[in-house]
């Protein structure tokens, strides 16, 4: 049996809100019909979007909506990066690793991005810095 950590979000737009997970993101859709969509992150991070009901729409949080995990190298991280500038998403709060007094590197790579209505997704990856 599969496992997942589910977040989810409802969208005026849901069609948007797909796209801009797939196209700058690199979810994968696990189920789509029309107002409800489930996208799946890395290996057990998924998303579930739906359409939001005509006039009960909750305005984006000053902080982030959801947060999903990678254990990826810092070139990986990267990528994600430049994939969803690439794509036109707004990714603010990047916050790279870097060596703790000078001997151990912390390991920490976040970066968190701004989907089309204004909700706010981060990312957390416990990294190495090459390869």
């Not at 409802?10 to 979810?27: I, K, N, Q, S, V």
């Not at 190298?73 to 998403?89: I, P, W």
Request: negative net charge.
């Amino acid at each position: 049996m599969k496992y997942f950590r589910d977040v989810s979000c409802a969208y005026r737009d849901l069609d948007a809100g797909r796209r801009f997970f797939t196209e700058a993101l690199g979810f994968v859709e696990r189920s789509v019909q029309p107002d409800r969509v489930e996208l799946v992150f890395e290996t057990s991070d998924r998303l579930i979007a739906t359409r939001a009901e005509p006039g009960r729409v909750e305005p984006p949080s000053e902080h982030y909506q959801g947060r999903f995990l990678m254990g990826a190298n810092s070139d990986a991280m990267d990528r994600l990066v430049d994939r969803a500038r690439a794509a036109g998403a707004e990714v603010v709060d990047v916050e790279v690793g870097g060596y703790d007094d000078g001997d151990e590197f912390n390991g920490v790579y976040t970066f968190t991005v701004v989907d089309p209505e204004g909700h706010r997704w981060r990312f957390d990856g416990g990294v190495a810095l090459s390869g």
